[in-house]
């Protein structure tokens, strides 16, 4: 079974762009999840999607934001991109939710912002 | 939602067993147990996790006190591969507006 997958692993942007990331999850997965990493502040956790639903969020600006389409996959974007933005961006799937199936991560999408 | 504390780093010497433990005093009757850990430049990786009763999978035991607020995770032969961050997390059962929240976790350290 393919893991879950993680494009573009690399992007570069500068400040007051926006950006888009994408996840597709393990085949039969339907939760979806995103977590920024930073030295400073470890793993945070963003939000969750499960059908095409947000049903969690985290403690972040409006400016970060997701969706998930019917096959699952999920995009998320930030727009008006800060120097505190730069990160590794985790995406992790679960059959149904993170609370008691266990979360497959993917690799990441490490973030720099100029 | 519930905090973990676990001990900032261990060592261990390889083949031995590790016992990496966490409190989680504030425990509450819902929350399950999960542990992940995070190797050196990947994404974490799901270890075991569990609810009242001690786990076993192939990687590692989970072992939850009777009162459930500490346990306890296992690794009965270490590698110098499993020389990771582990991270001791809870979470509601129903879900929670906080995810996973990963703390600081315990960095392992393997000795060959």
């Known amino acids: 079974k393919a893991g879950v997958t993680q494009t573009p692993r690399y992007l570069i942007k500068t400040r007051g762009q926006q950006v888009t990331l994408s996840c597709s999850p393990i085949s039969g997965h339907r939760s979806v999840s995103w977590y920024q990493q930073t030295p400073g502040q470890g793993l945070q956790f963003l939000f969750e999607y499960f059908s095409e639903t947000q049903r969690n969020k985290g403690n972040f600006p409006g400016r970060f934001s997701g969706r998930q389409f019917s096959n699952s996959r999920s995009e998320m974007n930030v727009s008006t991109l800060e120097l505190g933005d730069s990160a590794l961006y985790l995406c992790?799937?679960?059959?149904?939710?993170?609370?008691?199936?266990?979360?497959?991560f993917g690799p990441g999408t490490r973030l720099t912002v100029l | 939602d519930a905090k973990t504390t676990q001990p900032n780093s261990m060592e261990s010497n390889e083949e031995e067993p590790v016992h990496l433990p966490c409190n989680h005093s504030?425990?509450?009757?819902?929350?399950?147990i999960h542990w992940y850990r995070q190797l050196p430049s990947q994404g974490p990786e799901y270890v075991i996790h569990g609810l009242t009763s001690n786990v076993n999978n192939r990687m590692a035991s989970l072992a939850i006190a009777e009162d459930r607020k500490s346990s306890t995770l296992i690794l009965h032969r270490a590698t110098l591969r499993d020389a990771a961050v582990y991270y001791c997390?809870?979470?509601?059962?129903?879900?929670?507006?906080?995810?996973?929240?990963f703390g600081k976790g315990t960095h392992l350290i393997i000795q060959p």
């Open positions: 997390i809870l979470s509601p059962s129903g879900g929670g507006a906080d995810g996973l929240t």
């Open positions: 992790a799937s679960s059959l149904v939710t993170y609370s008691y199936n266990e979360q497959f």
């Open positions: 504030t425990i509450s009757g819902t929350d399950y």
